[in-house]
């Protein structure tokens, strides 16, 4: 009986095969993307974690309930400067931003 062969490959694998090596144009693209899917996602989550509706967030912070939906839904991108309204003032929380090299 002849061995099964293992096609597993892992998430960095499948970048590298579907999306060049890191630091090449077309990888760059995906991994920006994926930042500012995760910065939305975050948001979302702290958002229903302190019980809030969009609105109430968008209130909170001089903004709309469109943008909010429009940041939580990877649709549009925030300044960093209205990122540090809605965590620190909206959600109550704090901002971290790091670089690493």
Not at 21 to 43: D, Q
Not at 53 to 58: D, I, N, P, S
Request: hydrophobic share 35%; glycine share 8%.
């Amino acid at each position: 009986m002849k061995a099964k062969k293992d096609n597993t490959i892992n998430l960095d694998q499948f970048k590298d095969k579907h999306y060049g090596k890191s630091g090449t144009e077309k990888r760059v693209a995906l991994e920006a993307g994926y930042e500012n899917f995760k910065i939305g996602a975050l948001i979302l989550e702290a958002r229903l974690e302190k019980g809030l509706t969009q609105q109430e967030l968008a209130e909170k912070t001089g903004t709309t309930k469109s943008y909010i939906s429009k940041i939580e839904n990877n649709i549009k991108e925030v300044r960093f400067s209205t990122l540090q309204k809605i965590v620190e003032i909206g959600l109550g929380g704090h901002l971290e931003l790091s670089i690493r090299l």
